[in-house]
């Protein structure tokens, strides 16, 4: 498996050698719940409902630092929480481990904000940079990651059925447009759940 930098991931090109990147938009279901007993964490099926994607945390009290892996469990990125922010920061590192500058920071916006935006990710840390934003579309777990052209890069919703009825809480469908690191967004989507207590 390639490795992934801040090169590959953030560029929005078609020619990219990346496996979590395709020409066409891709639908992904998010489970909010590890496949692991007595694990939290989140599962991420692809539209033909093999596992691409898993989140374990296997400490119950601890929120901190978790993992994101593929199917094999090679890990793709470490998210840990820098400690001693009011706020809130998450500092996405690469498979080598929670090692040197991360490869995108996620910024968590004011409690009080009135703005729709909870997070700024930045991809150039000391430019202090957003690259993508993340804006809630209701107070359930809906919400839209946007470019710095405000183009929606990628939307999480509830799940329904094709009678419109939620299958819960804890069941998501992600869309990701074309040409966007689907691992990225995953890890994106990652952070807000850690945001809102759900992993």
């Given amino acids: ?31 909010m719940k590890s496949l692991v007993f ?3 964490g989140c599962t991420v099926f692809n539209s033909k409902g093999d596992i691409v994607f898993r989140v374990d945390n296997y400490q119950e009290s601890c929120r901190d630092e978790v993992c994101l892996m593929d199917l ?17 920061r998450w500092n996405g590192y690469g498979c080598g481990g929670i090692k040197g500058r991360p490869l995108f920071q996620v910024r968590r916006n004011g409690i009080f904000s009135r703005e729709d935006v909870i997070c700024n990710v930045g991809c150039n840390e000391n430019e202090g940079n957003s690259c993508y934003k993340i804006q809630q579309l209701d107070r359930n777990s809906s919400f839209k990651v946007t470019n710095t052209a405000g183009q929606v890069v990628a939307e999480v919703k509830q ?15 992600l869309e990701v447009e074309p040409n966007i690191d689907h691992s990225l967004i995953v890890a994106l989507v990652t952070i807000c759940g850690l945001i809102h207590g759900k992993l």
């Fill in 159 to 173: 799940k329904k059925s094709s009678k419109g009825i939620g299958y819960g809480d804890d069941v998501l469908s």
């Fill in 38 to 40: 007595h694990g939290n």
């Fill in 72 to 88: 094999k469990g090679q890990v793709l990125f470490s998210i840990k929480r820098e400690k001693l922010r009011v706020l809130g």
């Fill in 1 to 31: 498996m390639a490795k992934i930098c801040p090169e590959l991931m953030l560029q929005q090109s078609s020619s990219s050698s990346s496996p979590y990147v395709t020409s066409i938009r891709e639908t992904f279901t998010i489970w």
